[in-house]
């Protein structure tokens, strides 16, 4: 009987979390959570062989402490990622408007630009190492 007794809530567990991810309606986000990033690249991409590029080219048009805010195309003041502090204070507007992450198709740049193998590499970028140094950061390490 205990045997029993211990499958039925082993199942009834299983439903439970099976109907907690489903009630969350499929969220990318919430899938790449549990899955963990892909960190593929060797050496990683950092902000030096890839970020600043990436950055420079599809972002800094608009978002830039260098842009007049009437030539900014409607960025906020403020929001700019011309430093590596930037993109880590800014970290998780970009992954929602600049990735796939979130949305199957990234709202920035309004324009569209990015490859598919630029948003792949965006986002492995600021999911393996932006988030780590981060965390790291709020940590006061």
């Known amino acids: 009987m205990k045997s029993t007794t211990r499958v039925v809530w082993t199942w009834a567990a299983a ?20 899955d963990g990033p892909e960190c593929r690249d060797n050496p990683p991409l950092d902000w030096d062989n890839f970020g600043k590029g990436h950055m420079d080219k599809h972002c800094n048009g608009c978002h830039s402490v260098l842009i007049p805010e009437y030539q900014r195309q409607g960025a906020p ?50 999911d393996c190492e932006v988030a780590k140094d981060k965390t790291a950061l709020s940590r006061g390490r």
């Open 15 to 34: 439903a439970v979390a099976s109907a907690a991810v489903a009630a969350c309606g499929g969220n990318k986000a919430d899938s790449a959570a549990v």
């Open 77 to 126: 003041a403020g929001v700019d990622f011309n430093t590596y502090g930037d993109v880590l204070a800014w970290r998780e507007r970009i992954v929602a408007r600049g990735t796939r992450a979130v949305l199957d198709e990234p709202t920035m740049p309004p324009g569209g630009g990015p490859s598919d193998e630029e948003l792949s590499n965006v986002l492995e970028w600021l």
